[in-house]
């Protein structure tokens, strides 16, 4: 793990090197956009205390999508602050029974390249196998305005997942992407805004053809789950992302 550092304004993130998840900051109140590994838990507590808040102050957990190391901590947040738990209706089924796939790939073919072991390794040191249901899920649709702190906007960008959903918080300029992009690629290590990895997406020339739903917005930052920070601009990420092409 490492410390967290606030991305934009008002927007922090938290996790690791190899897994970024984020708490918006609005009013003294707070939205997780997705919610790591359960290893996670105390550095959530940690960061709002630094704030100057409490648990009890983050009102709602926002899903970009419901894979294991983006649901971690949801239903611990949902339970201890009594926030609601916000995803894509096509997701929720899998928020509510974590751990099944239906990704394209297998993961065998990257385990001989050191980064694929490490994170594989990170995400299993970090709980990804005692993952908790989510019990009670609020869903969301495309192009929905969430009524929660930060109030983001809903881009639907399926592929990842068939319920993926992007994240944009407009008056900040901040699109929070989830795995619709990453910035370095968790199995082959491979820099640069991109798609996932075939063996995590369930489809990508659908995880492809979603780019096109981002290409058109207006944000300076790109918050990734799995990389660093983008500060050149949407377009510039998705042009990226098509030069680089699948992996």
Not at 207 to 229: K, M, T, Y
């Amino acid at each position: 793990m490492s410390d967290p550092v606030q991305v934009a304004p008002g927007v922090h993130r938290l996790g690791s090197p190899l897994l970024g998840f984020y708490l918006v900051e609005e009013d003294g109140a707070y939205t997780l956009v997705d919610a790591g590994l359960p290893a996670h838990f105390d550095q959530l507590l940690t960061l709002i205390e630094r704030l100057g808040g409490d648990l009890h102050d983050v009102e709602a957990v926002v899903l970009t999508h419901a894979h294991a190391d983006h649901l971690g901590i949801a239903e611990r947040v949902r339970t201890e602050a009594q926030a609601r738990v916000h995803v894509h209706g096509a997701d929720a089924q899998r928020a509510r029974q974590p751990g099944g796939t239906d990704h394209e790939r297998g993961l065998l073919p990257y385990l001989r390249r050191p980064a694929a072991a490490r994170f594989v390794a990170h995400v299993l040191r970090g709980g990804a196998r005692r993952v908790p249901r989510v019990e009670d899920l609020h869903t969301f649709v495309d192009g929905a305005v969430l009524d929660v702190p930060g109030r983001p906007r809903v881009i639907a960008t399926p592929g990842h997942t068939h319920g993926h959903a992007s994240l944009l918080l407009a008056g900040r300029g901040v699109l929070l992407a989830g795995d619709a992009l990453c910035s370095r690629n968790p199995l082959t290590g491979r820099a640069g805004p991109q798609v996932m990895p075939s063996a995590f997406n369930a489809s990508t020339e659908r995880a492809l053809a979603s780019l096109d739903r981002l290409a058109g917005v207006e944000a300076d930052v790109v918050l990734f789950g799995h990389g660093d920070p983008w500060t050149g601009g949407v377009a510039a990420a998705v042009e990226r992302a098509r030069e680089l092409g699948p992996s």
